[in-house]
């Protein structure tokens, strides 16, 4: 036991632990998710919140960084959904079909859930829980830590999120879009887990994004499960546009089956402190990952990206990159794990990260990490920090285009690169226009 | 009349090397000027300052351009006004499509004047055309700007850039450096397109041969960052015989 070195709580821990106290009779769920929960509560309770001195969140000091718990957040009222209506316009050329989370509550009326395609379902998680469904206790085996806190937190207090299941060998042509909005005046934390259950064979292009209001403290823990089977094929697009004062703790679990081919993009732009981590272990042989991402920082924003990417099984490949544009003095931080599994043969893993810093108040840290047990793969990563390029601005001044705008055509550059991997084109515009309002923005 | 171009006494200097030291040119509209000189005389130095290029720094003199002060004004309002450098070493710059940054340059300096912007489709159907002239095949428009562009095809796009953005003033860097003769031919042949009594240019040269397809009305010697002696289009066929070393040692 280490009682004698243990941190003096803080007021969010001890404000965790009240809460907890409190809803634990009410959170939905059977006797089987009721002792997950106390389980995974236990797991948080003895560690705290994360700090700098675990390796893990080394730059992310969720200790010092959440000042306080915000109580759970209840059923939306009428002005939450009315909010929720008016959500995310700017992602509505997409032609998804849109499943609306109102302050961690899914709300079917919101939703369309006409003419699912065949072999489609879409339920709340809460339902689940009722009938004591393990959907909180999944055997992750080692695609993380088992006392990993934030998803310990998420199991702990998740009350709803979606829960979407393809049958095998259905292709679902309309992309999903989950839509995960905050509204209200008072801030609240919201928790929320969604699984995904995709068939062998089957194949499904799923957009997540998070939204809240500009000037609210709201906290957020998102935790989305991927179970992707063999020969299956899953499109995932995640972006993080939460208020200007939101923090945000995202956690992506996902396990893919043999010869899948699975594509990862988070796209993070808004809230104060971002957490996004991303568990991924490619469980079969022969798979395709391909993870990568932007962030557009500025003011006093941080954003951490977390990823750990397990090549358990021979002949995959993996592709990660990532790009950050730090402004201001907001700081961006990216840490990178390829695992080679010493059965992993003839794994082809590649990881870069880019980061494009545009003052000097803004920080980036970046910590790739290889683990190889394997000895015939090709593994490699590279990380790269810089300016924007005055040769290249001075080139396009002087034909004409002023400074600014010069600066903005570097950077759309910069993270298009990324952005021009996404296959569905609507969304690939849409973020391309996020991106072009950000820079609109900048001073 | 004012000159399109004037240049007096012009010292400048990069990290506190003296590069320009008292150059005088004057440009009328429908020149062409040569400046040929032999290495580190200051003929990049010229066209760089010209344009506006951060880091160098400017000692002594003054440069008009239809009478403005040029130091006044930003490289992009240079630009605006009528100055084009064609670059010794166009730059590549991945990502941007060489469409998007043609339509970003000409709109940008358009709205600069107070014109309207053109539309993607005449813009499309200009540079097109421009192109074809050119002999640059439609696909590399929507190619990364440079990006994996041979020598001769980095010239020809800056070649491009020049007559869709019809500068007053033209400065030609080493535009022959790295073309063989075809591609040189092909350059000189849409350079010599844009000659018009409206526009001068300056064409700076290390050898004789680009002259033979761009002739000038003026050939400056440009030596220890001055002009040293001028003449008519005669001067560079007696240099190619006589070499340099003549104004290197008048220099020194």
């Known amino acids: 036991m280490n009682a004698g070195i243990a941190a003096i709580k803080t007021e969010a821990e001890t404000g965790l632990a009240d809460t907890y106290a409190a809803a634990r009779q009410e959170l939905p769920g059977g006797p089987a998710v009721a002792a997950a929960r106390a389980e995974a509560f236990n797991i948080f309770a003895l560690g705290g919140l994360p700090h700098r001195r675990l390796e893990a969140w080394k730059y992310t000091d969720l200790r010092r960084l959440m000042k306080d718990a915000k109580p759970l957040a209840g059923a939306p009222d009428a002005a939450a959904l009315g909010a929720a209506r008016q959500a995310a316009q700017w992602l509505s050329e997409l032609g998804a079909r849109r499943i609306v989370v109102v302050n961690g509550t899914f709300v079917p009326a919101l939703s369309d859930l006409a003419d699912l395609d065949e ?84 194949s499904v292009s799923l957009i997540e994004s998070h939204e809240g209001p500009e000037g609210s403290d709201y906290q957020v823990n998102a935790a989305l499960q991927v179970q992707l089977g063999d020969d299956a094929r899953l499109d995932h697009v995640k972006i993080v546009r939460e208020g200007g004062a939101a923090l945000h703790v995202g956690t992506l679990l996902a396990d893919i089956g043999a010869r899948a081919r699975f594509n990862a993009f988070s796209f993070i732009v808004g809230g104060s402190v971002v957490r996004n981590q991303m568990f991924v272990r490619l469980a079969g042989a022969d798979t395709v990952a391909e993870i990568s991402g932007v962030s557009l920082l500025a003011g006093r924003q941080h954003a951490d990206t977390t990823l750990s990417i397990e090549h358990a099984a021979p002949g995959s490949q993996s592709r990660e990159t990532f790009k950050a544009v730090v402004d201001e003095a ?24 880019r980061a494009l810093l545009l003052s000097a108040e803004a920080e980036v840290f970046s910590k790739p990490e290889l683990e190889i047990f394997a000895d015939d793969v090709q593994c490699g990563h590279g990380a790269t920090t810089g300016t924007l390029d005055d040769q290249l601005k001075f080139y396009l001044m002087a034909r004409g285009i002023p400074a600014k705008e010069a600066e903005a055509l570097l950077i759309q550059a910069f993270v298009g690169e990324v952005i021009d991997t996404i296959t569905q084109e609507s969304l690939r515009d849409a973020l391309s226009a996020a991106t072009l309002a950000w820079l609109g923005e900048r001073g | 009349m004012t000159a399109l171009l004037e240049i007096r006494d012009l010292r400048a200097e990069i990290g506190g090397r003296k590069i320009l030291n008292g150059l005088d040119l004057t440009v009328n509209k429908g020149e062409i000027h040569a400046i040929m000189g032999p290495n580190g005389a200051g003929k990049s130095t010229l066209s760089y300052v010209l344009a506006g290029k951060p880091g160098y720094e400017i000692t002594g003199g003054q440069v008009l351009f239809n009478g403005e002060d040029l130091f006044e004004m930003s490289p992009d309002e240079r630009a605006a006004k009528g100055v084009f450098l064609a670059f010794q070493y166009p730059l590549e710059i991945p990502g941007v499509a060489t469409l998007t940054f043609l339509r970003a340059a000409l ?81 000189a042949n849409g350079v010599n397109q844009l000659r018009s009594t409206e526009r001068g240019m300056i064409v700076i040269t290390h050898y004789q041969r680009l002259l033979d397809y761009i002739v000038p009305d003026v050939v400056h010697v440009l030596a220890a960052g001055r002009i040293v002696e001028t003449g008519g289009k005669d001067l560079a066929l007696q240099l190619e015989a006589t070499g340099y070393a003549q104004y290197q040692n008048e220099a020194a």
């Open chain 1, 119 to 202: 072999g489609l379902t879409i339920r709340a998680l809460a339902q689940g829980l009722v009938t004591d469904e393990p959907l909180l206790s999944a055997d992750l085996g080692t695609l993380l830590p088992h006392n990993e806190p934030a998803l310990a937190l998420n199991t702990a207090f998740a009350g709803d999120g979606v829960v979407i299941e393809v049958a095998a060998g259905a292709e679902i042509k309309r992309p999903i879009h989950l839509l995960f909005v905050t509204a209200g005046e008072t801030a609240s934390a919201i928790f929320t887990r969604s699984v995904a259950v995709i068939g062998a064979g089957a």
């Open chain 2, 107 to 187: 709109n940008a300096q358009r709205k600069k004047r107070g014109e309207e912007e053109l539309s993607s489709p005449d813009l499309l159907k200009r540079v097109r055309e421009l192109a074809k002239k050119l002999g640059i095949d439609p696909e590399m428009l929507r190619r990364p700007l440079n990006v994996g562009f041979s020598g001769g095809e980095k010239k020809r796009n800056e070649t491009l850039q020049m007559a869709l953005l019809e500068p007053r003033l033209c400065v030609l860097d080493e535009t022959d450096s790295g073309l063989d003769i075809d591609a040189l031919k092909v350059v």
């Open chain 1, 330 to 353: 907001a700081r961006a931080v990216f840490q990178g794990k390829i695992a080679v599994r010493q059965q992993a043969q003839k794994t082809d893993a590649r990881m870069m990260s």
